[in-house]
């Protein structure tokens, strides 16, 4: 995995994942079928081994897994966000799990996607940062678009959903308009 520096947040850290956030508490999340409803993990089974051997497959890679970390109330390891970083096309695609219920509809997932993309923007200077989700997810395409990012493309009848083909939404944040955004200090940067 490559390594960064924790990254701060008005209310978060962002830190590499390691083994103490390897819990059960975390594999709950990944089984959880509400918390999972969107994502192509409702299709498995997790326990702590495949949750370590995906940490594992970091190892070696230019690819980023960090764990969230609420600070303000204590909440403490609430969700993960990865990148899949293109270091020739200088470009990320990035995921995000808010799996504490606890921690769900605070605008923590949102406050971490932003302090992921300036990471990923300034000090490793991307040119694109990619996101994807199924048309029926209307949280997270509503977290991409308040961060600023624009359509990128649809994939028609990619996927089931709940026994429904349903399109795959593609979205996308370039340099130049993250640091349009982040000089005007617009409110699309505010947690």
């Not at 996927?159 to 955004?181: N, P, R, S």
Request: neutral net charge; aromatic residues 10%.
């Amino acid at each position: 995995m490559a390594r960064s520096p924790d990254i701060r947040t008005s209310r978060l850290l962002i830190t590499p994942f390691c083994e103490r956030h390897l819990t059960p508490r975390y594999v709950g999340w990944l089984n959880d079928s509400e918390v999972m409803r969107y994502s192509e993990q409702r299709h498995r089974k997790h326990d702590l081994e495949s949750c370590r051997s995906y940490q594992e497959s970091f190892e070696g890679t230019p690819n980023y897994f960090w764990a969230i970390e609420e600070m303000e109330n204590g909440l403490g390891h609430i969700g993960n966000i990865n990148a899949y970083v293109s270091e020739k096309n200088l470009l990320a695609d990035i995921g995000i799990l808010i799996g504490a219920k606890e921690a769900q509809n605070k605008r923590y997932g949102r406050e971490a996607w932003t302090g992921v993309c300036n990471y990923l923007f300034k000090h490793l200077h991307l040119r694109k940062v990619t996101a994807g989700t199924l048309s029926v997810n209307v949280p997270m395409q509503k977290l991409m678009d308040r961060v600023g990012m624009i359509n990128d493309g649809v994939r028609k009848r990619h996927y089931l959903f709940e026994g429904q083909e349903v399109d795959v939404v593609h979205m996308a944040l370039f340099k130049e308009q993250w640091d349009k955004m982040v000089n005007s200090d617009s409110d699309i940067i505010r947690a």
